[in-house]
C-alpha cells in the first residue's frame, strides 16, 4: 500500500491514493477544482519509502475539493468566581473536505492512483427494471 506525508495548514497528514480526508480550510477553492500539494514531506510503498530533507522537490499529490464546510460548534464558557463575571462564547472551524486522487513521485512519474468514482449503478439498473417490466 503506497502512501505520501504532506503538509498543509501547518499540520502534517499521511494519505493514500482514494482516500477523503479532513484539512483545515483551502481559502479561494471552488468545488470539484483539482489542488496540488508540492510540500510532500515523505512517500513510500511496502519495499521502498523517500524520505525528504525537508521536502522532496518534484513529488506533488493530486486531490480533488469534495466540500468546504464547517465544524460542530464548541462553547467557550469562562467565568470569575464571586465577581458576576461571565462570558459565552462559540466556535465553528472551517475545513475542506479532499479526496486524494494521484501520488506523484520526485522524477514526474505516477506513483499511485486512485480508482475511479463509479456512481451507484444500483438505482441505475432498478429503474431500467422497472421500465422493463
Do not use: C, W
Not at 480526508?21 to 508540492?38: A, G, Q, W
Not at 480533488?64 to 461571565?86: A, E, H, Q
Request: without cysteine; charged residues 40%; positive net charge.
Amino acid at each position: 500500500m503506497s502512501f505520501a506525508v504532506i503538509q498543509t495548514g501547518g499540520k502534517q497528514y499521511k494519505v493514500k491514493a482514494g482516500e477523503i480526508l479532513k484539512i483545515e480550510r483551502l481559502v479561494n477553492s471552488k468545488l470539484n477544482s483539482k489542488i496540488e500539494f508540492k510540500e510532500v514531506l515523505a512517500y513510500g510503498d511496502d519495499k521502498t519509502a523517500e524520505v525528504g530533507a525537508p521536502k522532496i522537490d518534484g513529488a506533488k499529490v493530486e486531490a480533488d475539493l469534495v466540500k468546504n464546510g464547517k465544524n460542530r460548534t464548541i462553547l467557550i464558557f469562562k467565568k470569575r468566581r464571586r465577581k458576576n463575571s461571565r462570558r459565552k462564547n462559540g466556535h465553528r472551524q472551517e475545513f475542506s473536505l479532499i479526496r486524494i486522487n494521484k501520488i506523484f513521485s520526485k522524477d514526474g512519474k505516477v506513483f499511485s492512483e486512485a480508482s475511479k468514482i463509479s456512481k451507484s449503478t444500483k438505482k441505475v439498473e432498478k429503474k431500467e427494471e422497472a421500465k422493463a417490466k
